[in-house]
């Protein structure tokens, strides 16, 4: 199993331009989540889905997009990249049944710098 | 709004010490506490987590003591080695989402 996977893992782009980060995961989870990470802020929820046609905004949902494609993947898109989107996003696909309460499991980030 | 904050940013600690993160929260709607470990280049994975109705976890060299009354929870790493050394998250998630609110993270380096 590869787990979690992210295309691509470095990414420079130029304010202005946009681009989609893909993430794929293969343990047949119900949830998938987009983070960014950014120094002294921790980990930061962009968009969620909960199930396969459902998501959600996160903490930080402005100037990004989200599209559930189907149970295994998870795209997010940045329309018009800025400089303050300049970070490290990881994808993370969970499983839940009832009220436990299921790991997250992560991929291996995307690297994105906007000049 | 940081719902969960987490304290030193960075620790040093020598080989064979005790390693000792914390962590403060506010929602008393969080029922569930995870600690994620973090090595550079690689997505965080989870390392221990608590639920409130217990006051401890151990789990080899890592435990986690949990404070209801203070709200608080910290991570104590013994006989830290410098294998260790990574940056750690501590998370709080409640029962009625399926989100988890994240800290700020602590860079522990582990002198040999």
């Known amino acids: 199993n590869a787990g979690v996977t992210q295309t691509p893992k470095f990414q420079v782009l130029k304010t202005g331009q946009s681009m989609t980060l893909q993430c794929a995961q293969d343990?047949?989870?119900?949830?998938m989540y987009w983070y960014r990470q950014d120094p002294g802020m921790g980990l930061r929820l962009i968009y969620y889905?909960?199930?396969?046609?459902?998501?959600d905004k996160g903490e930080v949902p402005n100037g990004y997009n989200v599209s559930r494609l189907n149970k295994r993947e998870f795209s997010l898109r940045l329309e018009s990249a800025a400089p303050s989107q300049t970070s490290v996003y990881f994808c993370?696909?969970?499983?839940?049944?009832?009220?436990?309460?299921?790991?997250?499991?992560f991929g291996p980030g995307t690297r994105l710098t906007v000049l | 709004q940081q719902q969960v904050k987490q304290s030193p940013q960075s620790l040093i600690v020598q080989k064979g010490g005790i390693s000792i993160i914390n962590c403060a929260y506010e929602n008393t709607a969080f029922d569930y506490f995870p600690w994620y470990q973090q090595f550079p280049g690689k997505g965080p994975a989870l390392l221990i987590a608590?639920?409130?109705?217990?006051s401890e976890k151990k789990e080899g060299r890592f435990t986690i003591s949990f404070n209801k009354s203070a709200k608080q929870f910290s991570l104590h790493i013994m006989d830290s080695q410098p294998g260790d050394s990574a940056t750690y998250f501590c998370?709080?998630?409640?029962?009625?989402?399926?989100?988890?609110?994240f800290g700020q993270g602590t860079r522990l380096t582990i002198n040999p």
């Open positions: 608590i639920r409130p109705d217990v």
């Open positions: 889905s909960a199930s396969e046609g459902t998501t």
């Open positions: 993370a696909s969970s499983e839940r049944v009832g009220r436990t309460y299921n790991e997250q499991f």
């Open positions: 998370a709080a998630q409640w029962g009625g989402a399926q989100k988890l609110v």
């Open positions: 343990m047949n989870h119900n949830s």
